[in-house]
């Protein structure tokens, strides 16, 4: 036969008793606990459970290793077990939920039926059904229902989440608006507050991607960085770097939306360096990295990317006659094979191949110099031909 005992406060009789039942039996109740047992007592069966205030685990059966102290904590209770719940309300409608934790005003107030939770804080994870959610802080994870695995640190932290899973958010309102959006991490004040049903960004920084509503896989490192974007897969590091950016697929590294220091394209995989304000900037040509304002390098070596100029030499290489290269030279107005200014001003110059392309036209032109030296020696060997024949 299991003991129970019902220790009514106010004397230090009733304090030394409460002292001996917890040594002794297997539960104990103080105050109008649980009446489930008699009026003022506690639960038929379950064992090793304490309640300390009115109504506590009013309705607790079976459970076991609960605690329920406040106002009807863990009120509904009947089966759940190795629960502790302190504060008015905390765990109130928790029913087969195990290993919970709840402290604070009407903590973990409507849990039922999830386990391995814990709620630091008014109204922390108030609706919760889930399991393995951590909350600190009023309201934290306030409407959370069937989402799992989320951590909330900080006032209204994760407030409106309701299914979505995996989510980190440290910082007052932070993901603030989260309802399916996942394996979210948001660091700072507001950080990621409007997003909804983005998943995968990751944040850093007091209102770090602050409208982001439906954009995934974003990383945010600084103070509202990439305040307004509304995309995928950007990457913004450094003080409203990129705030005003809402396509996809971009990257910001700088000290301000107008002091952008490296801009990229992740879609082309370019990038920019020396222009603070991308805004509708588009990449020229197809070349990975863009400079303006020019480079100065105490040394460059270029790579070929093309075949080098050597091949003027052989004897087949099919040089073109001066009449023929005359004739095109006063079409195009450039030499065969040099690009064009309206390409250059396209895409620009491709400076190792503008190179062997240079180097192939002084080839070519030394050709033709030994072309014309050779007619030269004919036509003065003619000459001193006719002047001998003369005298």
Request: charged share 0%; aromatic share 12%; proline share 0%.
């Given at each position: 036969m299991k003991k129970h005992s019902t220790i009514h406060p106010g004397s230090g009789a009733g304090v030394f008793m409460a002292i001996i039942s917890c040594l002794f039996l297997s539960n104990l109740a103080v105050g109008q606990a649980n009446s489930s047992y008699n009026a003022n007592s506690i639960p038929v069966n379950g064992q090793y459970n304490i309640a300390f205030g009115f109504q506590a685990m009013l309705n607790t059966s079976t459970g076991l290793e609960n605690s329920g102290m406040?106002?009807?904590?863990?009120?509904?209770?009947?089966?759940?077990?190795?629960?502790?719940?302190?504060?008015?309300?905390?765990?109130?409608?928790?029913?087969?939920?195990?290993?919970?934790?709840?402290m604070g005003f009407q903590?973990?107030?409507?849990?039922?039926?999830?386990?391995?939770?814990?709620?630091?804080?008014?109204?922390?994870?108030?609706?919760?059904?889930?399991?393995?959610?951590?909350?600190?802080?009023y309201e934290a994870l306030y409407s959370s229902n069937a989402s799992s695995y989320n951590t909330a640190n900080g006032s209204l932290a994760l407030y409106s989440n309701?299914?979505?899973?995996?989510?980190?958010?440290?910082g007052f309102q932070a993901l603030h608006a989260n309802t399916s959006g996942s394996n979210n991490s948001a660091h700072g004040m507001n950080s990621l507050y409007s997003n909804t049903i983005g998943n995968n960004n990751t944040v850093d920084g007091n209102r770090a991607l602050y409208l982001n509503i439906s954009g995934n896989n974003n990383s945010a490192l600084g103070d509202s960085a990439g305040l307004n974007s509304l995309g995928s897969g950007n990457v913004f590091v450094g003080h409203r770097a990129g705030a005003n950016e809402t396509g996809n697929n971009k990257m910001y590294i700088g000290d301000d939306a107008n002091k952008t220091l490296i801009y990229g394209d992740f879609s082309s995989g370019q990038v920019l360096m020396g222009k603070p304000d991308v805004a509708g900037y588009i990449f020229k040509g197809t070349r990975t990295l863009n400079v303006l304002g020019g480079i100065l390098a105490d040394s460059m070596r270029v790579a070929l990317s093309g075949d080098w100029a050597d091949g003027v030499f052989n004897k087949n290489y099919p040089l073109k006659p001066l009449q023929e290269l005359e004739q095109y030279i006063s079409v195009n107005k450039r030499l065969p094979g040099v690009p064009s200014a309206n390409d250059i001003a396209i895409s620009g110059i491709n400076v190792a191949e503008l190179d062997a392309k240079l180097l192939e036209k002084i080839e070519e032109l030394t050709l033709y110099v030994l072309e014309l030296k050779k007619e030269n020696q004919q036509q003065q060997e003619e000459i001193n031909k006719l002047k001998s024949q003369k005298k």
């Open positions: 406040g106002y009807r904590a863990l009120y509904t209770n009947t089966t759940g077990s190795t629960n502790s719940a302190y504060g008015a309300f905390s765990l109130f409608g928790n029913t087969t939920g195990n290993n919970n934790t709840g903590a973990s107030y409507n849990n039922s039926i999830g386990s391995f939770n814990s709620a630091f804080g008014s109204n922390a994870l108030a609706v919760n059904s889930g399991s393995y959610n951590t909350a600190s802080g309701t299914s979505g899973s995996g989510n980190l958010a440290s």
